[in-house]
């Protein structure tokens, strides 16, 4: 089966909202946006995502795709929509009229892991409802805020038919898979440090730890 590196980002240039605990690591300036841009455009299979439904996803984010002919998937916060530093119902539907693929990153930006019942029917349900009602057609993959997951939640998005399901877990995916790892841009990576990671590809020890970690998630 072949594979397609994923490449997901967060927040580009300066936040317009209060981050959350430990997510500034995942914005990066825009200079290093559009360099790492460049950089894995030239590559030859790739899939591109934002989360988090950050202003900067229509304010920086689209122009700089269009810009290069490029398509992405971003997953929206159904609960932040419209809230200062976020995406409004305009810019989500502006994203769409572009080209984009618009996917459920549920409603709160909640752990995904050990959710009860009234929290998995809000994330997984309702966060759906609310963008599917929003574009007018269904939504049908999703990402997991903070890419916490565990076996009951996967478990549940394939009960509600989610046809695919990206996470962080850093390492190449399955084109076809119905779970899709993801490598996160993190503040300090660059254009070189992502060719070194991801496009020539980690170590065996790496490849290792990168299979148990997802396994653990699944299983536990």
């Known amino acids: 089966m072949p594979h397609v590196l994923n490449i997901c980002f967060h927040g580009i240039g300066t936040p317009k909202r209060a981050l959350e605990p430990g997510e500034d ?5 825009v200079d290093r946006f559009e360099s790492i841009l460049d950089e894995v455009a030239q590559w030859p299979s790739i899939r591109i995502s934002f989360d988090d439904s950050n202003a ?11 810009k290069r002919n ?14 200062p530093g976020s995406l409004s119902e305009a810019d989500v539907l502006q994203l769409r009229e572009a ?26 349900v309702a966060a759906r409802d609310r963008l599917a009602s ?3 057609t269904p939504v049908a993959e999703a990402a997991c805020p903070r890419g916490q997951y565990d076996r009951g939640t996967l478990q549940a998005l394939r009960h509600n038919g989610y046809s695919r399901v990206f996470t962080s ?29 991801v ?20 299983w536990r």
């Open 56 to 66: 900067s996803d229509i304010e920086i984010g689209l122009p700089a795709l269009l």
């Open 134 to 136: 929003l574009l007018g």
């Open 25 to 29: 690591i995942y914005w990066v300036d």
């Open 70 to 83: 490029l398509r992405a998937d971003f997953f929206v916060i159904a609960g932040r929509l419209g809230e």
């Open 99 to 124: 080209g984009m693929k618009i996917g459920s990153h549920g409603m709160s930006h909640v752990s995904w892991r050990g959710m009860d019942a009234a929290t998995r029917h809000a994330e997984l």
């Open 199 to 218: 496009l020539a590809g980690p170590g065996v020890a790496a490849k290792l730890r990168g299979t148990a970690v997802g396994l653990v998630k699944r």
């Open 169 to 197: 877990d850093r390492r190449p995916a399955n084109e076809q898979a119905w779970l899709q790892p993801r490598y996160s841009v993190r503040s300090h990576d660059t254009a070189e440090s992502m060719r070194a990671e």
